[in-house]
């Protein structure tokens, strides 16, 4: 059962991921021509289009892809924790699992970045998404720590401050630990 309950949560987590991809590539204005950006809308939509008639974008952001990840983020809440009641503190909790999951999101895409800055160095159509999605985080640190000897520590920077709202969200948020 407890191998059941970690593979279902896991395909829940990634597919959150998948969807808050989705809402910041709309937000950074990637590339939807992209295959990989085909990849996350095709992944997706079966679930938002639906909801997209229903529930208008504000503004870059998509709305019904946000209200699709809050709420399987509530969902995920009380599987995770293997309580299967009605509560309303999952409500909060599914917050929380939504916020931090975009930490990781933004974590994650950050190094994959860097990684692939090594070997493809934009030859890939991964990596014009990948730039797409975290110059608007590491352009303003490079301009006010630039390069050096060809080595760009924005992205250790990013990492730094996402690190820190980590322990910030340890010590002050309740429920940050178990998710």
Same mark, same amino acid.
């Given at each position: 059962?407890? @191998? !059941?309950?970690?593979? +279902?949560?896991?395909?829940?987590?990634?597919?959150?991921? %998948?969807?808050?991809?989705?809402?910041?590539?709309?937000?950074?204005?990637?590339? #939807?021509?992209?295959?990989?950006?085909?990849?996350?809308?095709?992944?997706?939509?079966?679930?938002?289009?639906? =909801?997209?008639?229903?529930?208008?974008?504000?503004?870059?952001?998509?709305?019904?892809?946000?209200?699709?990840?809050?709420?399987?983020?509530?969902?995920?809440?009380? !599987?995770? !924790?293997?309580?299967?009641?009605?509560?309303?503190?999952?409500?909060?909790?599914?917050?929380?699992? =939504?916020?931090?999951?975009?930490?990781?999101? +933004?974590?994650?895409?950050?190094?994959?970045?860097?990684?692939?800055?090594?070997?493809?160095?934009?030859?890939?159509? %991964?990596? =014009? %998404?990948?730039?797409? =999605?975290?110059?608007?985080?590491?352009?303003?640190?490079?301009?006010?720590?630039?390069?050096?000897?060809?080595?760009? #520590?924005?992205?250790?920077?990013?990492?730094?401050?996402?690190? @820190?709202?980590?322990?910030?969200?340890?010590?002050?948020?309740?429920?940050? +630990?178990?998710?």
């Amino acid at each position: 059962m407890l @191998a !059941l309950i970690f593979l +279902v949560t896991t395909v829940i987590a990634i597919y959150i991921k %998948v969807l808050l991809l989705r809402i910041w590539m709309q937000w950074a204005r990637c590339d #939807f021509y992209n295959p990989f950006s085909q990849f996350v809308v095709k992944i997706t939509q079966p679930i938002i289009k639906p =909801l997209r008639r229903i529930i208008p974008s504000i503004g870059p952001i998509d709305t019904a892809s946000l209200l699709v990840a809050y709420i399987i983020s509530v969902l995920l809440g009380p !599987l995770a !924790l293997r309580l299967f009641y009605p509560d309303p503190i999952f409500l909060y909790l599914g917050l929380v699992i =939504l916020v931090k999951a975009a930490g990781v999101l +933004v974590f994650w895409v950050i190094i994959i970045r860097s990684l692939m800055s090594w070997f493809s160095q934009g030859r890939n159509p %991964v990596d =014009l %998404v990948l730039m797409q =999605l975290t110059e608007p985080l590491m352009a303003p640190i490079r301009r006010i720590i630039p390069p050096m000897a060809g080595i760009d #520590f924005s992205a250790m920077v990013v990492i730094l401050i996402l690190y @820190a709202l980590n322990f910030i969200g340890l010590e002050y948020i309740p429920g940050w +630990v178990q998710f």
